[in-house]
Nanobody
Framework: QVQVVESGGGLVQTGGSLRLSCAAS????????MGWFRQPPGKEREFVAA????????EYADSVKGRFTASRDNAKNTMYLQMNSLKPDDTAVYYC??????????????????WGKGTLVTVSS
């Protein structure tokens, strides 16, 4: 069974850091773009970051540029999201996403083939 599973969420104070992980299983994801979305309380799900199949290129939402870094380790079939300088507005359920092609644009446009179940990040003020 193909699946992606997030971990690493939790409660952190404003200005703190967290590192999310997304472990993929069931097939080799090294040829696929992967990314992160989030859904703040009472709002729509939104794009956060995406990384191409090699991990050599990444794109970010304007709201997280300079604070978040997406990366991946294809040997481990795992993607990461390092979140620094967290703000209360970053509070959300964070979802891992993967697309069955290598291109970041597919993720940005919501062409996702696999979704994780999400991990909650809460940033206290």
């Amino acid at each position: 069974q193909v699946q992606v599973v997030e971990s690493g969420g939790g409660l952190v104070q404003t200005g703190g850091s967290l590192r999310l992980s997304c472990a993929a299983s069931g097939r080799d994801f090294s040829g696929y773009a992967m990314g992160w979305f989030r859904q703040p309380p009472g709002k729509e799900r939104e794009f956060v970051a995406a990384v191409d199949w090699k991990g050599s290129s990444a794109e970010y939402a304007d709201s997280v540029k300079g604070r978040f870094t997406a990366s991946r380790d294809n040997a481990k079939n795992t993607m990461y999201l390092q979140m620094n300088s967290l703000k209360p507005d970053d509070t959300a359920v964070y979802y891992c996403a993967a697309a069955m092609n290598p291109f970041i644009m597919t993720i940005r446009q919501g062409g996702v083939d696999w979704w994780g179940k999400g991990t909650l990040v809460t940033v206290s003020s």
